[in-house]
């Protein structure tokens, strides 16, 4: 295992770098990928920094490439990953239905920009409902929504572990913004902070007799039957429930006596708890709650922050139309509280932003 | 084409380079805006061909305000552009013709002093100092060796400029150990410290300390950027 720094270090990093180190201390062997912004930086870096640590790269046609080759070293017991951002994402859904079907450990980097359609590179937090929902499936895939570089960090590393435990694709979800930020953080060897990494390992052409030595592999992303079908998803879907309660991560503050709770995820939950900081200065009782896996959501620890709350108004801020707040009341369906937003497609959200807002709607 | 030449010696002509996110655009607009105060006329070049819509355009007018001459798409310029590729703002290219100081930000970082070429006349231009800006908590030059190869890297330099800090959490220890990192490289290559940046926010305790190069205080105008 290579050390990345002989001692915990401070350093001052744009996001994307911080992924690329992120991936190197976890021991990723390979990454597989296609030029988009915001992402780019993850590939540059990687490229940097690989020859050195003896590890690889593959710069394929496309992202359906990028995200099928990415399915195939996996198989193949190789720590692999990708990143994309956009309309590579959304070319990326078909291998990551697939990664969903076969239970593949594949990892992939998301740092939204904005859309609908091509050209758009600035940030946004837009490709919420595609990196959750995305597939031709049920969105059996883990998705964790950072808000700080030393986070982007932090759950890169996570995401290998979780992916090759669980066995189903994981997802880092950024936003243009933090992909370009600079801001410090510190960088670890995960083995310093008694972080063991899950050591990869083949799942085909492996040795010993079917039926006699070990079970058969099944990695299948083809039923003919209906019946079949079922079965599957059905055994998958109950796996990943079960699976849930220990992924589940959530971010809580204030929330005991607050008489509204601000929701939020990724980078503007920044701005939240700004927001609730000088709210709470002013006497206005807001509460920040802030789900960091978007899949699995952590629904019942949000409905038990309302409901020990007793809060009245649940404000949900999202750089976006709407896919936060979808996301959100699908998971907490039946609660009774007023559900206002403050949407703001494409565009930064800072604390003035939400104050304004709780000022306007309590 | 009629050979440009330069006959005012005492302009001032300063070309940023160096690792992606080190600091030149910062170092560039502060040293632009420094020069400007002095009664000088300047120019303010950002010659990013890979993100050219997006290093200084979103400061442009501030800048402009400030009495700067910015060659830099607009708003306006940039307006339903988004990453259409590599692309050189022709006014970059004939920056130098511009009367009075030249200060030229080579963004990004990918080329070293290899995007120079694309600016006319730089090779007769005799004041052109090319300063690799080095910031010892970017990890790719954190060390003494990292620097050090990656300095060899670029191509053309004529001197460095020390600029190490972490963000919002810069404390002078950092500062004055990279400082130490930077000249001891320098001092290896030939290469001197043309002067060293500190965050004008660390005035009081820097200015404590003495220190063996020139201290330039810098305000920070990037975080206004935002990409």
Redesign the interface.
């Known amino acids: 295992m290579a050390r990345i720094t002989e001692q915990p270090k401070k350093s001052f990093l744009t996001g994307n770098e911080t992924v690329a180190w992120a991936c190197l201390a976890a021991d990723a062997e390979i990454m597989f990928g296609y030029p988009i912004t915001p992402q780019n930086e993850v590939m540059h870096y990687w490229t940097r920094l690989a020859p050195k640590y003896d590890r690889s790269f593959l710069q394929t046609e496309d992202e359906l490439s990028a995200g099928f080759t990415t399915c195939g070293a996996v198989q193949a017991g190789k720590k692999a990953f990708t990143a994309t951002a956009g309309p590579g994402n959304v070319l990326m859904q078909e291998p990551f239905g697939m990664a969903e079907a076969m239970r593949l450990p594949t990892v992939a980097v998301i740092q939204q920009r904005g859309g609908p359609s091509s050209g758009t590179v600035v940030y946004s937090q837009q490709e919420v409902t595609l990196t959750t929902f995305g597939g031709n499936g049920e969105g059996h895939r883990i998705v964790y929504s950072t808000a700080t570089h030393q986070e982007i960090y932090d759950y890169t590393i996570k995401a290998f572990n979780t992916a090759w435990k669980y066995r189903f694709p994981v997802f880092v979800l950024g936003d243009g913004y933090q992909a370009k930020m600079r801001e410090p953080l510190e960088l670890y060897n995960p083995e310093d902070r008694g972080i063991e990494m899950v050591k990869p390992y083949p799942l085909i052409g492996l040795g010993g007799e079917i039926g006699v030595d070990r079970e058969p592999s099944h990695l299948c992303n083809i039923y003919s039957l209906e019946e079949e079908l079922y079965e599957v998803v059905m055994k998958v879907s109950a796996e990943y429930e079960s699976i849930s309660p220990e992924i589940e991560e959530y971010e809580e503050k204030n929330c005991e006596d607050a008489d509204i709770i601000i929701l939020t995820h990724g980078i503007v939950s920044r701005a939240a708890d700004d927001a609730v900081k000088a709210l709470r200065t002013q006497g206005i009782k807001a509460g920040y709650f802030r789900p960091i896996t978007l899949r699995p959501y952590p629904a019942k620890q949000l409905r038990e922050a309302i409901q020990k709350s007793g809060a009245k108004k649940l404000l949900i801020a999202e750089s976006a139309y709407g896919q936060f707040e979808r996301l959100t009341k699908q998971e907490i369906y039946g609660e009774t509280i007023q559900v206002e937003h403050l949407y703001m497609p494409g565009v930064g959200i800072i604390d003035h932003d939400i104050i304004t807002k709780v000022k306007s709607i309590l | 084409m009629a050979k440009l030449t330069i006959e005012n010696t005492a302009r001032v002509v300063e070309a940023y380079i160096g690792e ?2 080190s600091g030149k655009s910062e170092m560039a607009i502060n040293r632009a805006l420094e020069l400007n105060k002095q009664g000088r006329r300047v120019t303010l070049v950002d010659l990013d061909t890979v ?1 050219p819509f997006y290093t200084l355009r979103p400061i442009k007018k501030i800048l402009e305000e400030q009495g700067l001459n910015v060659i830099s798409f607009s708003h306006e310029d940039a307006f339903g552009l ?2 259409t590729g590599a692309m050189l703002n022709p006014r970059a290219r004939w920056a130098l013709r511009h009367e009075g100081d030249v200060i030229l930000d080579i963004g990004y970082g ?1 080329y070293g002093a290899a995007t120079l070429n694309l600016v006319e006349g730089i090779d007769e231009c005799p004041e052109l100092k090319v300063l690799a800006v080095i ?1 010892q ?4 030059t ?1 060390s003494h060796e990292r620097t050090k190869e990656y300095i060899l890297s670029l191509g053309r330099v004529d001197g460095l400029v020390a600029n190490t ?5 810069t404390v002078t220890e ?1 500062v004055l150990q990279g400082l130490n990192i930077t000249k001891e490289v320098g001092e290896e290559l030939n290469l001197p410290i043309v002067y060293m940046a500190v965050d004008e926010d660390l005035w009081e305790e820097m200015n404590q300390i003495s220190v063996s190069v020139p201290v330039k205080y810098i305000k920070k105008y990037m975080p206004g950027a ?2």
Do not use: D, I
């Open positions: 992606y996110a993100e988004g990453e990918v910031n908590s970017r990890p790719m954190n800090h972490l963000g919002n959490e950092v935002m990409w």
